[in-house]
């Protein structure tokens, strides 16, 4: 009986055993860690955020979202969604010192310019997550209708700031323009087709033309290459006979050259003599000036004769009359 009683009370105390290791290896330290409590009032959909959903501090994991509920205000007829976040105070540190979990600690990081945003953690699931950073700049909303939980003011998601900045665009006038502007495309791309087509057709042409007179150009150069090739030919053979030529005959275009200087003297001769008998005072010049005075003579008794016979043509027969 006594064995009994020792094996059921091991049991029960093997299964103690395991439920507080089971504790230990699920909770971590969080079973044995203070924490402390937040309220953020978002103005945006909390679709995505869940119990249990982390908060975060520039990444790192500060705690988790505890609870979310609805208040709302008949008289308005508004709502607010309040989320509750658990948060771990030991791992922040304000001014050298733990963050204590106080209102009075909570007050000095708002002023310090500590707000909440909703930020994604997946793109696939579409979870959110709350994460707290410091927006000096950022204006401080508070709710206030929590008293008994420090409440952290909440700035929009950058999802959010998107969708606002998307809803204050013009796009009906965006929409026009665009289907303006696609207009102007299509009316330019209907000119452009009815400008290639010809365009098209006179470039075919001139490239047949240019094809067509390349060729012949083509066929021009290799004639003019052949007939080039064999002027060139006969051009030498040319010179080598002309070259042949000049070396037999070059004694006798030598002798040639000989007579020809001493005839070039016998002329130069001649003309001084020519000269000397053409200057005014010679001997010759005197009788052919007088040969010339008498044949001057002669043609003037030609003449009168001649104007004799033309008035009188008996002249010839019975001689000229005296007077």
């Known amino acids: 009986m006594n064995t009994r ?30 924490s402390t409590r937040a309220v953020v009032f978002f103005g945006e959909s909390v679709a995505g955020l869940d119990v ?19 208040h709302f205000k008949p008289d308005t007829m508004t709502a607010q969604i309040p989320v509750y976040l658990e948060i771990q105070p030991t791992r922040l540190v304000f001014e050298g010192r733990k963050l204590g979990g106080s209102a009075a600690d909570y007050a000095d990081l708002v002023r310090a310019g500590l707000r909440a945003q909703l930020s994604l953690q997946s793109f696939v699931t579409g979870q959110l997550r709350v994460d707290l950073d410091f927006r000096p700049g950022s204006p401080a909303q508070l709710i206030g209708s929590i008293k008994d939980v420090p409440e952290i003011p909440a700035i929009p998601s950058e999802l959010s700031q998107l969708r606002n900045q998307l809803t204050q665009l013009p796009l009906g006038e965006l929409a026009d323009a665009a289907r303006q502007a696609f207009a102007s495309v299509e009316r330019l791309s209907d000119h452009l087709n009815s400008r290639l087509d010809p365009l098209l057709d006179s470039a075919e042409r001139a490239t047949d033309a240019a094809a067509r007179t390349l060729q012949t150009t083509n066929e021009a150069v290799r004639t003019l290459q052949v007939e080039a090739s064999t002027t060139l030919r006969h051009l030498d053979s040319l010179l080598v006979d002309a070259n042949h030529q000049v070396n037999a005959r070059g004694g006798e275009l030598e002798r040639t050259l000989t007579a020809a200087d001493r005839a070039v003297r016998k002329a130069e001769t001649l003309l001084e003599s020519l000269n000397s008998m053409a200057e005014p005072r010679s001997q010759f010049r005197g009788d052919l000036e007088s040969s010339l005075r008498d044949l001057a003579a002669s043609a003037s008794s030609l003449r009168s004769f001649a104007e004799t016979i033309e008035r009188n043509p008996n002249a010839l027969l019975m001689g000229r009359a005296n007077r």
């Not at 089971?22 to 971590?28: C, M, N, Q, R, V």
């Open 5 to 34: 009683s020792a094996v059921v009370g091991a049991f029960i105390l093997g299964g103690l055993a395991l439920v507080v290791a089971g504790i230990l290896f699920f909770g971590g330290t969080r079973l044995f860690a203070t």
């Open 52 to 70: 249990g959903s982390p908060v975060t501090f520039h990444g790192v994991r500060i705690g988790a979202v505890q609870s979310i509920s609805i």
